[in-house]
Structure formats: C-alpha cells, structure tokens
RNA sequence: GUCCCGGUCGUCUAGUCCGGCCCAGGACCCCAGAUUUUCAUUCUGGUAACACGGGUUCGAAUCCCGUCCGGGAUACCA
C-alpha cells in the first residue's frame, strides 16, 4: 500500500497564469481528496528554469485560494501549505532525483545520451524519412561501450540520462477515467530523465516526487496520457507500487481547440478582477466534464466533495460556454442578502465615497439590493447606478421618452411640486433619519397603502397614482418621462424604488430640469 | 505519418457498464405567453439531439464492426 489514506496532488509548473483547464485539475484533485478523507497537496514543477517565474507562481496561488481550493501540503500561502514531504518544490529537490537517477543507471533502466540537439534532430528527420510512422530519439547511445563513453567525456561531452525502455512490450494500463488501456512501448523512444546539470525533466521529476510523497491518485489532463505510459514503466523501474492515474479530456475554446495558457481570457484572475463570484466560477469549471446529477446545476462545494467521485469524470472534452457561466454568476448574486452582496461588490464601487459604506449604509443596501437580479458581475454594479450619485445625462432612450408627449413637461413640473411638498427622505448625501433601514428594497408593489404620504415607496406610489388620476393622465404614460428624468435612461428599478432611493432634492431638481428641457 | 481517446439538442450534460421504464430527461441560449411603470427577476409553454452505415436481438442511444468527424500525443516543456 502507498499509504494508508488517498493522497492526491496538483502539480502545476509556473510559467504561466492558473488557466480555466488547470483550475478544473486542481479542483478535481481537491474534490476527490476531500470527498475520500484524504489529503490534497500541492507541488510546483518549477524545473523549466527559463520559464518559471515567480510572479506566476504568486498568480496560480491566488487563484485557487480565491477559488475556494486549499491544500494541506505545499508552499505556504495564507494558511495552507506545510507538511512533511517537502520541499515541495522541485528546484529544492535537486539532490534526490540525482540519487534515483544513479539507482537507475546502477540497475541499468537508464544510460547516458552524449547526443547534441543537432545530432538528435538528425536522427529524427532520418526516421521520417523511412517514414517510420514514429519519429522519436533513435537510440544512438543505448548500447555505448565504455570506451565509446570515455571519448565522449575527453571530447568534453557532458551526458544527459536517458531511460532505456522496453522493446515492443505491450503494457496494460489501466484509466479511472478511461478504463483499460493498452499501449505499445514502441511508440515511445528513451526519454531524458536528467540534464547534465542535474536537472530533471518533467516525467522523471514527477515520478520521484510521486513515490516521495506517497502519491496515491494522479489526477491530470489527457495530454499526460503517453507520460503516464513512461511513467508507468518508471514506477515498476524504481520497484515502487503504482499509484491510480485519470486522465480526463481537455477544456476546449470556442472553435473546439485545447485552451491555450496565453488566452488572457482564461487567466483565473482576470475573471476575480471583473467580479465574476469565485463560488459561481467554481460551480461551473466543476460542470465541465463532470456532472452533479442528471438534473441539478447548482451546488456548492461542501455538496460537492460529498458526492465527487473520479470514475464519475467523463470521457469527451467540453467547450467553455460563457453565457451558462454568466447566467451562473447572477443565480449566486441573487442569492446574497444585499448586505453580503454590498461587502462583496465594494472592491469595485470606487466611485461611491468611502464614508457611504459607513454613514450611509443602509441606502447603499438598498441600491445594491434593487440591481442584484439585474446584474451578473459585481464589476457591473458601478456604471448602473451612476444615476443615484450625480446627475445622469439623457441616454437616447431617455430623450425619446421625453419628448413622446408634448404636455409631459407640465406633468414633470407638477410632479416636482408634489415631491417638494411631501415627506420624501432627502437626497444623499444627507443624513436620511433612518429611512433606509426601515424600507428594505425592491419594494413589492402588492399592498400599496391609501396614505398620501412619501416615506416609503408604496405610498409614494398610491400617491402618485392618485396624482396622476387628478391630472388625467394615464399612469403608463406618466411613468416613463419621469424614469427618464430622473434616471437618464429607460431601464431601472421600479420607480418608486428610484423616487425613494433618489430622496426629494435630487428627485425635484432633476422634474424641473427636465420639465424646463 | 503513427498511436491513444472521444462523438446524445447550438452549448454543458443524464441515460450507455447490467439492451426494453427513452418516439431520449435537466440546464444555458433562443422563441412565445403570463405578471408589470421600464429593464430585470419570476412563472408557463415551445423549437431543438442519440454523427453515418452495417450487423446481433423479439427489441439498441445502449452490444459488435466499418466509415466519417473532432481532440490529444509524438521535446534536453510541463
């Protein structure tokens, strides 16, 4: 047994952002791990020198943290992190891959290669040329006398290692994602374990660090399949039990093709940055390639890890579909109470003042509460309700609903002198005694109350109501050359959400201005 | 080229292992209607799929074979 308990991994290299593909291994990882008592731990593949950096280790970090995802083992990072079976870097590793590489060569499972890059080049134009029908490293090195070696070595040649593979053996190998497959190792040729420098390549790392750290699942992307098949081969080398593989399809774009790491649009961050809900993101990443049952979309993580299983993972790619991701983003917003709702959206409420969020919280609420089942993002909260902080400019449809009706001016103006005389809570920034607090909006409209008075939206509304019932005009059309006036625009809240949210001085200023044109 | 995997509504999928409950269910999108002061939400209804061709079987989305299409792999990247 390898351990005792399921020990699973995600093992990302950091050349590059965390991208939707990589999440979505992550999570499965995670997922499985916690859904069987297990630990999940990460480890960074940082041996490709001239890629890795430190910024993208930082970005890949951040976005699985803000994902909801945590390890028990790996770099430390706002509290996760620890364990022992680190390093959990592979650049801090250097030394055991150079002990298991000279197990290997003491056994005879490797050999060293004292090919340069040209000579392998020709190598391989050479087989393409015989049209082979396999193109790999040729095999020069396999079979070097000592002498051979030694000339090399006085030629100032400095070996990489290679792993020797079997001849044209036919392995089982068996997939929890894809069952049993078998696969012919003379499709693969003798791969590079270790450079002369002692830094391994990717397979050989990843083996060594699996056995190290007492993997027991590896969960990772189908482009791994043909590793796993070295891998496998490494495992059996080493004398060490093999942990289970899953090698699940790929997230295509658009057009059907694998989502590349240099598509800004699937960098975990930029979707954080434009207010996508991390739980909605997560949600939907999780239904791409694996379903929470025939008939629910919705699920929280908890319920996840309660019914996740690896074999459950399916079989065919999925294209990213950002409209489903969307309207997931608006179910998870509606579902906030708006006071969570106003904490979540105010990273981008940059033009609301400060001292709103404290001496004005209450009508901030509200705000937030009558455009939550209208927006999806958090980032589109901003350049909805500009409205309520300064006086909007007409948009086009807002002209247009000014000027249907050439007596609306008079309406306008009437209805401004209504406002002025009633008991409308002010405009922010005033202090408005509380009214907030007690009026949560939108306001249903089902019992207006008969009392001709303006502190709440219902009696603002039956006051109006009757207004317009007194000047004759019919309340449908009432209604829109007073949205317009007030608003700048044709869409919104309710109306007498907006007079209610506006408060009396801003509400009567912009009547009469609007009533003068 | 060669090897591997896949192919159910436009998209994500349930069903496929253990053929009949599936003239195929859910969700997004789209369309229509209801509610309504706009937009949105909500509710109701609708359009829409078993890639194709052969088998096996009383019966196939489900099993077998072939074709086509798609994806992945084939590095001193991971």
Redesign the pocket.
């Known amino acids: 047994m390898i351990h005792p308990t399921p020990r699973l991994r995600f ?3 950091p ?1 590059g952002p965390l991208h939707l593909g990589g999440a979505r291994t992550a999570m499965y990882n995670w997922a499985a791990a916690r859904a069987m008592g297990g630990t999940f731990l990460l480890r960074i ?8 950096t430190d910024a993208s280790l930082q970005v890949i970090l951040t976005g699985l943290r803000w994902l909801g995802i945590d390890w028990d083992e790996g770099p430390a990072f706002e509290g996760c992190g620890g364990g022992d079976y680190g390093p959990y870097f ?1 650049m801090q590793r250097l030394p055991r891959y150079r002990a298991a590489a000279d197990r290997l060569l003491a056994g005879g499972h490797a050999y060293p ?8 080049d020709v190598g ?1 134009k050479e087989l ?1 040329a015989q ?7 040729n095999g020069r090195c396999r079979n070097l006398t000592a002498e051979q070696r030694a000339a090399f070595e006085r030629a100032g040649r400095r070996p ?1 290692l290679r792993f020797r593979m079997p001849v044209a053996r036919v392995l089982q190998v068996h ?1 929890l ?8 190792t ?4 003798d ?2 374990m270790l ?2 420098d002692g ?5 050989f ?2 083996v060594v660090d699996d056995i190290g750290m007492q993997i027991t699942h590896v969960v990772r ?7 796993g098949v070295k891998q496998h081969l490494l495992f059996e080398a080493f004398g060490a039990e093999r942990p289970a593989f899953a090698h699940i ?2 997230i ?1 774009n658009k ?4 989502l590349s790491k240099r598509d800004a649009d699937t960098n975990m961050l930029d979707y954080r940055d434009k207010g996508y809900p991390p739980e909605a993101v997560f949600n939907y990443i999780a ?5 929470f ?6 699920f929280t993580r908890q319920e996840m890890v309660e019914v996740f299983r690896i074999e ?1 993972i ?8 950002e ?6 983003c ?2 998870y917003v ?1 579902r906030w109470t708006p006071a969570e709702c106003l904490e979540r959206a105010r990273p981008w409420l940059a033009t609301v003042p400060a001292e709103a969020f404290t001496q004005h919280r209450a009508w901030l609420q509200n705000v937030i509460a009558c455009y939550q ?3 999806a993002l958090l980032g589109e909260f901003q350049d909805r309700i500009g409205w309520l902080l300064a006086d909007p400019v007409a948009d086009e ?1 807002a002209q247009k609903n000014l000027a249907k009706d050439p007596a609306s001016r008079q309406w306008l103006a009437a209805y401004a002198d209504l406002l002025a005389a009633g008991n409308l809570p002010p405009s922010y920034p005033a202090d408005r005694a509380g009214a907030d607090e007690a009026v949560p909006l ?2 249903k ?1 089902d019992a207006p109350e008969p009392v001709c008075a303006f502190d709440t ?1 219902s009696r603002i ?1 039956a006051a109006t109501r009757a207004f317009t019932e007194q000047l004759g005009v019919k ?2 059309s009432f ?2 050359p007073v ?1 317009a006036a007030l608003t700048g ?10 007079v209610f949210l506006l408060g009396k001085d801003a509400c009567v200023r912009r009547l009469r201005a609007a009533a003068a044109g």
């Open positions: 093992a990302p290299s050349t593949e940082d041996t490709d020198q001239a890629r890795s592979q290669c004292y090919c340069t890059p040209e000579e392998i391989r393409e049209k082979a029908g396999f193109y790999g490293y990489n997939d994602v894809r069952g049993e497959v078998e696969v012919n003379k499709e693969l040729d791969w590079v450079r002369p830094v391994p390549l990717y397979n790392a990843c992307g189908e482009e791994h399949f043909l590793n399809p790929l295509l057009d059907g093709k694998k239904l791409l390639g694996w379903s049952s025939g008939d629910r979309d919705l459950g399916g079989k065919s790619g999925a294209k990213f579909d409209e489903k991701l969307r309207w997931m608006g179910e509606r089942e209208r927006i449809a939108p306001s409209k939206p509304e309340f449908g209604v829109h949205r625009t044709d869409k919104g809240p309710g109306l007498f959400d907006v």
